[in-house]
């Protein structure tokens, strides 16, 4: 065996270790970006892991070595390209038709988390694809208003005013249910 064969099956295990450790956390995220639409969310995760992986050899993903191409971060990168993918996505579509289903009543007692979670998922569905994009990289993901800024490849301004807007649109969609998000 070559040392250059033994490399490369110790990246593609490498690779394989990052992709089943990052799938259900780049799902979920998919998830809330496409408002919901679990097969498109599947599809966004998978270009996604393609697109790591047709770069993993590529680059270097330890800091302080100097060959290839170098990001610190590959969880936040891989992040970066599912909400380009996405966005990338939504300007392609043919159709603006978008599937909608109707939200069933909700029990008379207080929500679990699942109920909000529909909520949410159908109230960020109605929003534009950019203010979901920032809504869910800041809030859903926690990132910074820089570190959204780079992945939508935007200003910090643009980005505070934005995830302002976003959240004043969003607030009238989830009308009472917006409280219980807030205490849970």
Not at 103 to 108: K, Q, R, W, Y
Not at 131 to 146: F, G, H, T
Not at 165 to 179: Q, V
Request: proline residues 4%.
């Amino acid at each position: 065996m070559s040392r250059r064969s033994a490399a490369r099956r110790n990246e593609d295990s490498e690779f394989r270790e990052f992709a089943l450790g990052r799938f259900d956390q780049l799902y979920r995220s998919a998830c809330m970006l496409t408002g919901g639409d679990t097969h498109l969310a599947e599809d966004l995760v998978q270009e996604t892991l393609a697109r790591m992986h047709a770069i993993w050899r590529r680059t270097t993903w330890v800091p302080g070595i100097s060959t290839g191409k170098r990001i610190d971060n590959p969880t936040a990168y891989a992040h970066g390209v599912l909400v380009r993918q996405f966005l990338t996505h939504q300007r392609r579509r043919s159709s603006t038709e978008r599937p909608v289903g109707e939200l069933p009543d909700l029990p008379a007692g207080p929500p679990d988390d699942s109920d909000l979670r529909l909520v949410l998922i159908h109230a960020l569905a109605r929003l534009s694809d950019r203010d979901r994009a920032v809504l869910v990289l800041r809030y859903w993901e926690d990132r910074s208003i820089e570190e959204t800024a780079d992945i939508l490849r935007s200003s910090t301004g643009a980005i505070r005013t934005q995830s302002y807007r976003a959240l004043a649109r969003l607030r009238p969609l989830l009308g009472e249910r917006f409280g219980d998000l807030i205490t849970h």
